[in-house]
């Protein structure tokens, strides 16, 4: 037998009955602590590690979103929503056109934003532009269009949905 366990027997000999159920009842609560704060850290690390098809298959996961009420959008104006995990918008022209397309600039991923006094969507990151009506890229940084949806507007909401 090593001194250290020496020791330790030495100890536990010289503890009270109570002593000993307050040390492992010490011991496991620092137990249970430490697993969730292995845990705490773990899931954020999981996350930013996930596979990029794991991530596009959650985004595209939902096909289909009602926005209750929103054929209440005044022309001239967007409204920004989730499908599925990524931000998405819809547009009520002003010519009375109803478009829906991803937010998700096609460049690095920033959310872009409509402009309607510039009739564009601009993403502020790059500079990158695109046409509001198709979602073609137009000048700027970004290789590809956005994403457009189809949009039913209805008398309770509007319905956009994956093409
Ligand atoms: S991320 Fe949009 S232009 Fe670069």
Redesign the pocket.
């Known amino acids: 037998m090593s001194e250290l366990q020496n020791s330790a027997t030495i100890i536990e000999e010289h503890l009270e009955p109570g002593e000993r159920n307050t040390r492992r009842a010490f011991l496991a609560a620092a137990g249970a602590a430490g697993l969730c704060y292995a845990a705490a850290l773990a899931y954020p690390i999981y996350r930013y590690l996930a596979s990029p098809e794991e991530m596009a298959l959650s985004a595209t996961a939902v096909t289909e979103v009602t926005l209750k009420d929103a054929q209440k959008l005044p022309a001239g104006s967007v409204l920004m929503f989730k499908f599925g995990t990524a931000p998405a918008m819809l547009i009520h022209h002003e010519d009375g056109r109803w478009v829906s397309m991803t937010a998700v600039?096609t460049?690095?991923?920033?959310t872009?934003q409509y402009e309607p006094q510039a009739d564009r969507i601009h993403?502020a990151?790059?500079?990158?532009v695109y046409n509001p009506y198709t979602g073609a890229n137009v000048s700027?940084?970004?290789p590809k269009p956005l994403k457009l949806f189809k949009v039913a507007v209805n008398d309770t909401g509007v319905e956009v949905s994956r093409a």
């Not at 460049?107 to 920033?110: M, P, R, V, W």
């Not at 990151?125 to 990158?128: E, F, N, T």
């Open positions: 600039c460049h690095l991923g920033c872009v993403c990151c790059h500079g990158g700027g940084p970004p």
